[in-house]
C-alpha cells in the first residue's frame, strides 16, 4: 500500500491548543473478480501531536471521487476520530 500526501490542516481549540491533522491518499490493489484486480483508494488521517490515526482503506475505484473526499476532510479539519463517520456520511 503506498501513501500520498494530500495536506495539513491546523485547528484552533475551543479551549486554546491547536490541533494539526494530516491527510494521506491510501493506493492499494484490490481484488475486483478472481484473479482480477484493480486500484483502490481510500483516506488516513494523523494527528502528528498525539499519533492519533484513522485509516480507511477501499473507499473508491475512482482517483476523482477519493480527491474530493479527500479535499472535503483537509478543508474541514477532520479528525481521526470523526474520520470513518465523515466518510460512512460522504459515501
Excluded at 2 to 27: K, M, N, T, W
Excluded at 55 to 66: C, G, H
Amino acid at each position: 500500500m503506498r501513501e500520498l500526501y494530500i495536506g495539513r490542516a491546523e485547528e484552533a481549540g475551543e479551549e486554546g491548543p491547536s490541533y494539526r491533522f494530516d491527510y494521506y491518499i491510501l493506493v492499494d490493489q484490490m481484488e475486483f473478480r478472481e484473479g482480477l484486480f484493480c486500484e483502490s483508494y481510500g483516506i488516513k488521517v494523523i494527528s502528528p501531536d498525539t499519533q492519533e490515526a484513522e485509516a480507511i482503506p477501499n473507499i473508491t475505484i475512482s482517483v476523482s471521487r477519493i480527491d474530493e473526499l479527500a479535499q472535503l476532510m483537509l478543508r474541514n479539519g477532520v479528525s481521526p476520530a470523526t474520520a470513518r463517520d465523515v466518510v460512512l456520511d460522504w459515501l
